[in-house]
């Protein structure tokens, strides 16, 4: 009679084991349970028939940014409101944490943990540059960024103040210098 092998069933048991502790705060942070996850995850790989399907570290990770977005500002506002933009992809590796920033029409920052995705923002007029920064389990990183380009299209319209008379011997008005000066012009008629 041959003794039957349970060494998968007590690698499961340590996994779940290693979740609670990390969750009561035997672990310090995700390092201790990224550790002891891997390392009984490796062992089982090892032992068995397993392709490795279960390893987290499936390779260097990489990821890849939406492509460029161009498009126009909302009618009467110096902005676009973006809603369903693209997500990053992850072409190999798991993610950790992924973060962004903008820099340039508009500036912004991500939080600093966790996965942060731009699902919807709203962009100023310009050129913003988005910059994404992944780190995998294992401390890896690759990084990727695409512009959000909003223009304005919306022709302007002005219209001059009213116009003005003067009499022999009068003052004649100053120039406006400022355009906020041309349209608080509302001299009537003398």
Same mark, same amino acid.
């Given at each position: 009679?041959?003794?039957?092998?349970?060494?998968?069933?007590?690698?499961?048991?340590?996994?779940?084991?290693?979740?609670? #502790?990390?969750?009561?705060?035997? $672990?310090?942070? &995700?390092?201790?349970?990224?550790?002891?996850? &891997?390392?009984?995850?490796?062992? %089982?790989?090892?032992?068995?028939?397993?392709?490795?399907?279960? !390893? %987290?570290?499936?390779?260097?990770?990489?990821?890849?940014?939406?492509?460029?977005?161009?498009?126009?500002?909302?009618?009467?506002?110096?902005?676009?409101?973006?809603?369903?933009?693209?997500?990053?992809?992850?072409?190999? /590796? *798991?993610?950790? @944490?992924?973060?962004? =920033?903008?820099?340039?029409?508009?500036?912004?920052?991500?939080?600093?943990?966790? =996965?942060?995705?731009?699902?919807?923002?709203? $962009?100023?007029? /310009?050129?913003?540059? =988005?910059?994404?920064? /992944?780190?995998?389990?294992?401390?890896?990183?690759?990084?990727?960024? +695409?512009?959000?380009?909003? &223009?304005?299209?919306?022709?302007?319209? #002005?219209?001059?103040? @009213?116009?003005?008379?003067?009499?022999? !011997?009068?003052?004649?008005?100053?120039?406006?210098? *400022?355009?906020?000066? +041309? %349209?608080?012009?509302?001299?009537?008629?003398?």
């Amino acid at each position: 009679m041959t003794k039957p092998n349970h060494t998968g069933a007590l690698k499961l048991v340590a996994v779940i084991i290693a979740v609670l #502790m990390s969750h009561s705060g035997a $672990f310090s942070g &995700s390092a201790g349970l990224w550790y002891a996850v &891997s390392s009984i995850n490796s062992e %089982f790989a090892s032992n068995s028939n397993n392709s490795g399907s279960n !390893d %987290f570290s499936n390779g260097v990770l990489e990821i890849k940014c939406p492509e460029n977005i161009s498009t126009y500002t909302d009618i009467n506002e110096c902005s676009a409101d973006l809603s369903n933009i693209p997500h990053v992809q992850v072409l190999n /590796g *798991t993610l950790a @944490k992924l973060t962004w =920033i903008m820099e340039g029409a508009t500036e912004a920052t991500s939080l600093p943990y966790g =996965i942060n995705q731009i699902d919807h923002y709203i $962009f100023n007029e /310009g050129v913003t540059i =988005i910059r994404y920064s /992944g780190v995998d389990y294992t401390g890896n990183t690759s990084e990727c960024s +695409f512009t959000v380009v909003i &223009s304005d299209n919306q022709a302007p319209k #002005m219209s001059a103040p @009213k116009s003005i008379s003067v009499k022999c !011997d009068e003052r004649i008005p100053s120039p406006h210098t *400022t355009l906020q000066a +041309f %349209f608080k012009c509302r001299r009537q008629s003398i």
